[in-house]
C-alpha cells in the first residue's frame, strides 16, 4: 500500500518524501516506518518534524518503539518525551523492559515525571491506569471570552479541549461544558450559567471497563476520573475507552474459549507463550472429562449388552455441549453489556427452561424418526433418547445461565464459568441419565 | 437509582422535580422514564424542553417510542423531529412498523424527509446506513475567522462541530480540520494552510464494520463518508462507531457459539426467537454427530472385547473440541481486528502446529502417568492414548486455523466456523484415528 512512499526512498528523494508523509496520518506513518528496511528506519523517523514524530512514535509496535529508544540520543529523546500525552508515555512506559523505563523517567521534566508516576501507581485495570491528567479546567464565574483565552494558551498540550471541566477552589468537579456549547452561546456569557451540573464521573479505583461503558452508554467525549476525596485528577477519552471497549471484548472471548488472555496480538505472541496460555483448561478438562468416562465404565455391563447404545453418546454429548454454550454465551454477553442484572436471575432461569423445552422438543422429535427409520431401531430406544435429548438441553441451558449468574454473584468474571467448563459437567450429567433411563426403560 | 425523583412524582412536585431533571443526562432521564407508571410517562415527557425533550426521545427503547409515537398529536411529533439529527430519526424509523414510518416521514419537513430517505436507501449494513448528513463543510479560501462565524450558524444542527471537512466546488473532499486547530491557528489563518491534506474516508457501500474499525486504528472523531463519485455526502462519528464495534463484537459471539445473531437484548427477545436462532445449528449439530455415532458403532467388535476403550472417548472428544475452539477463537478474533490477514495463513499454520505438539505432548505425558495408574492400565493403552491425544490436538488446532481463514478467503464470515462445526468435524476424526490405532495397536 506504500508504493510511491517506498519507491521515493528507494530514490532518495527524501525532499519530495517528506511533502508527502508529513500530511499522512501518523498511524499510517508508523505502518510504513514498520515496512522500511532497518537501516532507513531511523533516517527517515528523524526527517519528521518534532510533533508529528512523536505522534507517530505513539503508534508504532511495542519492538521498534524499544529499538528506536535505544538509538536515541538523551536529547532526542528528552525532545519527543516532550511532546507525548502523559497518558500514552505511560503506555509505551508499561511495555518497556526496567532500564529503559528509568532513563524515560530520568529525560522527563519532573512535572511530567511527577505525573507519569502518578498515573504508574494506580491498579492496572483501574480507571485511574488509562486516564490522562492533561485536561482544560475552567472555573464556572469566568466567561465564555476568558475560558477560550485560557484554551488557546494551554490546550496545545491537552488531549482534548473540546469537553471541559469547571471545578472549585477545592478542585472538587461542579461542572462540565463543552466547546460546542461555549461557541454557541457567544463570549460574554458566563460558563456557570451554561455547564451541566449533574456530571457523570468516575473514580481512579474504578474497575476500567466500568469508565469505558459510560461511553458506549452516554456517548461523551470524556468522562471526569476523580480521587477518593472526589477532586478532579484526570479524564479519560473516548478513543482509550474504543481501545479498553475492545481488549475487554477479546479478554471475553478468550475466557470463554478457555484461554488464559494474552495482552498481545497472535501473531506476535511467541509459541510457547500460545501454549502456555491454551494448556491450563485443556488439562483441568482432560482430567474432569475422567468422570465421564468413569460413568461410561461404570455401565459397562448395559453397553456390552447393547452396543448400540454407545453410538448415541457423541451426540448427546454434541447436543449438551451445544445448547449450553448457547446459553451461557448469551447470558455472559448479557451480562458484559449491562442487559441482565444480577436481579433478573429467575427471568433468565425460565426462560432458558422454556427455550431447553422446546428445542430439546424439536431435537427429540427428529431424533425419533431417525431411529425408527434405523434397522435396530425400536420405539423404547427411541424413547430412552427423546427423554436424554429433552432433559440434557434442559440441564445444560439451566447450567448454561445460572453458573455465570452465580459467577457474577460472587464477583468473579462470568466469561470463566463458559462453554468448555459447563460442557465438561453437561456431558457427565447427560451420559448418567442416559444410563440410568436407558437401564430403566430397556430393562438391561 | 432514582429514589428521589420518584418520590418527587409521587408528591406531584413537578416544579422542582422539572429542576432536578432537566440538568439530568438524557439516558438518565430515559431511565427514569422507563421507570415511571404508565400514566406518569406521557405527563412527564410534556414537562421536559423540547430540546431536551428530543434528547431523551433518541435514547428510549423502541416500544416507549411507538408508545409515544402513538399518543403525540401532529404538532407535537413535527416539533420533536424538527430537534432530532438525520441519523438518529433513521435509527428510530429502522425499528418502527409502516404506518408510524409513514406517519413520521409526512410530518418531516421536505429537506429533512430528503436526508431520511437518502440513509434508508444504503444497504442495512453499509456505511451509508449508518452516517449522518450533518456535518459542518468548510472551504479551503476561508479563514478562521469565517469559519467560526459558519459554525456558529449552522453549527446547532450539526452532530459534531469539531471535526471540519472542506471540500471543493464539486463537493470533492479535499482536506479536513479541527476546531482546536483553528481554536490554536487564531482568526486571521486560512482553513487551506492549515487542513491535513490526506484524508481517510470509507464509501457509502463499505461495510459498517469497516468504518468503525477506523476509528480502531486512528482515533477519529468523525470520518467522511463518500458516494461513487467521490463527493462527500455525510460522516460517521465516533459513538455510533462504538455501537457498531459492540453489535459486531457480540454478533461474531453469538455466531461462535452456534447462534443465529438476534438484534434484540436477551431479555426483550421473546423465547420462541431465542428457540429459533438456537434450534438450526443444534439440528445440524446433532445431524452431523451421527457420523461419530456410525464411526463408533463400526468398532463395536473392538469395544465389546475391550470395553475400557469406550471411556476414554469423552475425553478424547473433549480435548479434540477444546483444542479446535481455541484455535479457531484465537484466528476468528484476530481476523476481526486486522491483526491477521489471508496472506498470514502459513505463519499461522506452522505456529498452530508447534502449539499442538505442545500442549498434545503435556496432555499425553499426564495421560500417560494416570492410565499407568490404573489397575487395568498397560503400556499398550497408555500409547494408544498418548499417539490419539497429540493427533488430535494436531488436527483441532490445524482445522480450527484453517477453517475460519478459509472462510475469509471465500468471503464469508469467519465466526460461522468456530467451536461447534470444528468440534463436530474433530469428534468423527478423532474417534476414528483413536479406534484405529488402538486395533493396530493392541490387535483386537
Known amino acids: ?57 505513539v503508534e508504532m509496535e511495542t519492538e521498534m518503539q524499544e529499538l528506536l529508544i535505544r538509538i536515541f540520543t538523551d536529547a532526542e529523546l528528552h525532545s519527543y518525551l516532550e511532546e507525548l500525552y502523559v497518558d500514552d508515555a505511560v503506555d509505551i512506559i508499561e511495555e518497556m523492559p526496567a532500564n529503559v523505563v528509568r532513563r524515560i523517567l530520568r529525560l522527563c521534566d519532573p512535572h511530567t515525571r511527577e505525573q507519569i508516576n502518578q498515573i504508574l501507581r494506580y491498579p492496572k485495570d483501574s480507571a485511574g491506569s488509562i486516564m490522562t491528567t492533561e485536561f482544560v479546567g475552567l472555573r464556572a464565574d469566568m466567561t465564555v471570552f476568558e475560558a477560550f483565552a485560557r484554551i488557546r494558551k494551554i490546550g496545545i498540550d491537552k488531549e482534548t479541549i473540546y469537553t471541559c471541566f469547571v471545578t472549585d477552589s477545592n478542585l472538587h468537579l461542579v461542572g462540565v461544558v463543552t466547546v460546542k456549547e461555549m461557541i454557541l452561546a457567544g463570549k460574554d456569557i458566563v460558563i456557570g450559567d451554561i455547564m451541566h451540573k449533574h456530571v457523570v464521573f468516575v473514580k481512579t479505583t474504578d474497575d476500567k471497563e466500568e469508565a469505558a461503558m459510560c461511553f458506549d452508554k452516554y456517548d461523551f467525549m470524556a468522562i471526569p476520573v476523580v480521587d477518593q476525596e472526589n477532586r478532579l485528577v484526570g479524564i479519560v477519552t473516548y478513543d482509550d475507552a474504543i481501545d479498553v471497549l475492545q481488549e475487554e471484548n477479546t479478554e471475553d472471548i478468550m475466557k470463554m474459549a478457555a484461554i488464559t488472555p494474552e495482552d498481545d496480538s497472535y501473531l506476535r505472541t511467541p509459541v510457547w507463550k500460545h501454549a502456555k496460555s491454551r494448556i491450563l483448561w485443556l488439562m483441568l478438562l482432560m482430567i474432569s472429562s475422567t468422570f465421564t468416562g468413569m460413568i461410561l465404565t461404570h455401565y459397562e455391563a448395559a ?21 449450553g454454550s448457547q446459553s451461557a454465551t448469551m447470558v455472559i ?39 425408527m427409520l434405523m434397522p435396530e431401531g425400536t420405539l423404547a430406544l427411541a424413547t430412552v433418547l427423546g427423554i436424554s435429548i429433552i432433559a440434557t438441553a434442559v440441564l445444560a441451558k439451566s447450567l448454561g445461565c445460572c453458573l455465570p449468574m452465580l459467577a457474577r454473584k460472587l464477583k468473579l468474571d462470568p466469561a470463566i464459568m463458559a462453554s468448555p467448563l459447563i460442557t465438561t459437567i453437561v456431558d457427565a450429567c447427560s451420559v448418567l441419565l442416559y444410563f440410568s433411563i436407558a437401564v430403566a426403560i430397556l430393562k438391561i
Chains 1, 2 share one sequence.
Do not use: W
Open 1 to 57: 500500500m506504500f508504493e510511491k512512499e517506498l519507491e521515493l526512498i528507494e530514490k532518495k528523494d527524501y525532499t519530495q518524501l517528506l511533502s508527502v508523509i508529513r500530511d499522512m496520518n501518523p498511524v499510517d506513518i508508523a505502518n510504513l516506518l514498520s515496512e522500511l528496511p532497518e537501516n532507513k528506519q531511523l533516517p527517515v523517523f528523524r526527517m519528521l518534524p518534532k510533533d508529528i514524530a512523536a505522534e507517530v512514535f
Open 303 to 323: 453397553f456390552v449388552s447393547l452396543p448400540v447404545l454407545v453410538s448415541f453418546v457423541p451426540m448427546l454429548m454434541g447436543t449438551g455441549g451445544n445448547c
Open 333 to 371: 454477553r448479557g451480562l458484559a453489556l449491562d442487559e441482565i442484572e444480577n436481579r433478573d436471575f429467575l427471568k433468565v432461569l425460565f426462560k432458558e427452561f422454556r427455550i431447553a423445552l422446546m428445542v430439546g422438543s424439536a431435537l427429540a422429535i427428529v431424533n425419533t424418526v431417525r431411529i
